[in-house]
């Protein structure tokens, strides 16, 4: 299977620090991508990780790790604009992406 | 230039009627897909185009039909619809389908079938 699994929703304060989790299966995969998705909007690219380690842009940050198919998202100093839904998806080998069901960040003041 | 556009933002449709989304980019991106989207829900690939060519239909009913026109124009023709077909239609591009992990998306039509 080439399934993603991530939280359905996250909650954390203003300021803070939030990690959002993804895992996958490992059958055929290239590497994992994170989109932004306010509501109402379109989805936004914010990230790609094809090999191991930390993607950083800005106050957002990317990791994988393939030996334990995991990755996530790091969200820095929260605003509440970042409030939103946020997707892992993973491609796969007809190069289409395979998304996971969402995770609704909820930023509390 | 790194914006996808789409008009109309918003359709409302009757069952009988026919009308096309449009799509356009101009980052010389040569992958484009269509999605359709659900409340609360990822995104679900519909079709994806690669240098102008269809390479998947993901089993999408005949009363959708796209057409690539050229490399920056993308259409998705709407005929007979059904109430279910309600949801959020997104356009998105790619440099090529082997750059799918990156897509810039279009702001979407919001369509309802009545």
């Known amino acids: 299977g080439q399934s993603l699994e991530q939280p359905s929703e996250v909650t954390a304060v203003e300021g803070a620090i939030v990690q959002i989790n993804c895992t996958y299966q490992?059958?055929?995969?290239?590497?994992l991508s994170w989109y932004q998705q306010h509501d109402g909007g379109a989805p936004t690219f914010l990230s790609y990780n094809a090999l191991d380690g930390l993607e950083e842009t800005g106050r957002f940050s990317s990791f994988l790790s393939r030996s334990d198919s995991y990755g996530y998202l790091l969200l820095q100093e929260l605003q509440m604009k970042d409030s939103a839904s946020y997707f892992c998806a993973r491609r796969d080998s007809n190069y289409q992406l395979i998304w996971g069901a969402g995770t609704k960040l909820i930023i509390k003041p | 230039d790194t914006e996808v556009t789409q008009t109309p933002k918003h359709l409302v449709m009757g069952m009988t009627n026919k009308k096309s989304l449009k799509c356009e980019q101009h980052m010389g991106h040569r992958a484009m897909y269509w999605y359709k989207q659900k409340a609360k829900k990822p995104p679900e690939l519909m079709f994806v185009?690669?240098?102008?060519?269809?390479?998947i239909n993901e089993s999408v009913p005949s009363r959708f039909s796209p057409e690539c026109p050229n490399s920056s124009l993308l259409n998705l023709h709407l005929h007979a619809l059904q109430p279910e077909d309600s949801a959020l239609y997104l356009c998105?591009?790619?440099?090529?389908?082997?750059?799918?992990?990156?897509?810039?998306f279009g702001p979407g039509t919001r369509l309802t079938v009545t």
């Open positions: 185009y690669s240098y102008e060519k269809l390479s």
């Open positions: 490992t059958s055929g995969f290239y590497g």
């Open positions: 998105a591009s790619s440099p090529a389908t082997s750059a799918s992990y990156e897509q810039y």
